[in-house]
Every structure is written in C-alpha cells, then in structure tokens.
C-alpha cells in the first residue's frame, strides 16, 4: 500500500494522470463539438422538410395527394403519347417530298416557264403536276403516283422530278 502512496504522491505520476485527464477533457470537448453539429444540420433539414408538408397536415394524407398528382400526370402523359402516335401516323400521309423541275417546253418561249413538280408522302404515294408554257396556251396536268409508279408513260422531266422528291426527303416518318 505504501508503494501505491508513494506512486500517487510522485510528481511525474500526476502530471502523466492529468495529462491524460487533460486530453480526455479535449477529445470529449471536440466529439461534443462535432456531434453538436451534425445535430444541428439534422435538425434544419428535419425542420425544413416539416415546414413543406403544411400546417398540421398528416404525412399520409399530403403523400396521398401527391400520388394522386403522380397517377393524373401519367395519364395524361399516355394520352399524350396516343395523340403524338397519331399524329405521327398522319404525317406519314402528309407531302414530305418534293421535286421541282423548270424547263423550256417548246423552243419558241425565251425561258424555262413550264415546270414539272412531283408532291409524295413517306411512302412515295403522291402526284406528279406538269405546267406547259407556250405563246399560245398554258396546261397544267397532274398524274397519281402510288409508290412512286403510275400507270402513265414518264416523261423525262416526271422521273427527274420524283427522283429530286425521293432525294429530299430527310423525314423520320
């Protein structure tokens, strides 16, 4: 017992004890400073989501609404999809493709004022429209095309006007 008084009365054995105390007073400090914190931060973010639930509303009752904003969006996201598929599907009927051809028709007129004009959809279905221009008259005829063939002889200017139309068409329908 004696050698344990002598231990506890020894000076290096003191300051070794409250140096430890002292370190553990520091670490303690700083581990309450930092969980002091993150409460801190935990607790604006709980109080801010709170604030944005309402006034005294039950959670169930604003994540029932919510859900039901959920279902009419994706409602209305899937009629919005129907519209848009048949809108896509009338496009593919609509003149995607379209051939110009200017030319002089007979060799009395000074310029190219006959044309020949080809007007398809997506699948090459359309007509073909010729202005002939000379002194005396003009004539305009047109001939149906279904899938870019008519049971009509082509002139020279038709083909080059549907091979222009088929050209330029850069439509994704």
């Known amino acids: 017992m004696e050698s344990m008084n002598g231990i506890i009365q020894n000076p290096i054995f003191l300051i070794v004890i409250f140096s430890i105390n002292f370190i553990l007073m520091i670490t303690f400090a700083v ?6 914190k993150a409460y ?18 039950k959670v169930e009752k604003i994540l029932s609404e919510y859900l039901k904003i959920v279902d009419e969006n994706a409602k209305k996201i899937k009629s919005q999809e129907e519209a848009l598929n048949r809108l896509e599907a009338n ?3 609509c003149v995607q493709k379209v051939g110009l051809i200017r030319y002089n028709a007979y060799g009395d007129t000074g310029s190219d004022l006959s ?11 359309g007509i073909v429209v010729n202005g002939l221009y000379s002194r005396e008259s003009s ?3 047109a001939k149906p095309l279904v899938k870019g063939e008519t049971k009509y002889n082509l002139s020279a ?15 994704r329908y």
């Open 139 to 141: 004539s305009i005829f």
């Open 91 to 93: 496009l593919k009927k």
């Open 31 to 36: 581990i309450t400073f930092i969980v002091g």
């Open 40 to 57: 801190k931060q935990l607790n604006n973010r709980y109080t801010e989501f709170m604030s944005k639930l309402g006034e005294g509303d």
């Open 157 to 171: 200017e038709e083909i080059q006007a549907i091979d222009i139309a088929r050209a330029s068409s850069n439509s």
């Open 115 to 125: 044309f020949t004009m080809a007007l398809m959809d997506s699948e090459d279905n």
